[in-house]
Nanobody
Framework: QVQLVESGGGLVQAGGSLRLSCVAS????????MGWFRQAPGKEREFVAT????????YYTDSVKGRFTISRDNAKNTVYLQMNSLKPEDTAVYYC????????????WGQGTQVTVSS
């Protein structure tokens, strides 16, 4: 069983930055590809970014390329999402998960952290 806890969400102005963290329980963190999804009110949950087990490979949805950076520190069982040049349309609840850009029934999910970007 893997438990994921996100933190770092908050309220920022458009153009600002925010850094999200996701801490995983257990000693098997490095065996998982990790990813971030987000969900705005009334919208479908969408893929944001993913990172390979070693951190050597990353992948982003087109809308955040050049603005967001995913990284991980396996020694700390933590995955990060650095968000720069934030836009109001980035407002959503952000979720950390095991696995990549697809959603599978056996993936583990965090509780989510709210990100609000004002104009």
């Amino acid at each position: 069983q893997v438990q994921l806890v996100e933190s770092g969400g908050g309220l920022v102005q458009a153009g600002g930055s925010l850094r999200l963290s996701c801490v995983a329980s257990g000693r098997t963190f490095s065996t998982y590809t990790m990813g971030w999804f987000r969900q705005a009110p009334g919208k479908e949950r969408e893929f944001v970014a993913t990172i390979s087990r070693s951190g050597g490979s990353t992948y982003y949805t087109d809308s955040v390329k050049g603005r967001f950076t995913i990284s991980r520190d396996n020694a700390k069982n933590t995955v990060y999402l650095q968000m720069n040049s934030l836009k109001p349309e980035d407002t959503a609840v952000y979720y950390c998960k095991t696995g990549g850009s697809s959603s599978r029934d056996y993936d583990y999910w965090g509780q989510g952290t709210q990100v609000t970007v004002s104009s």
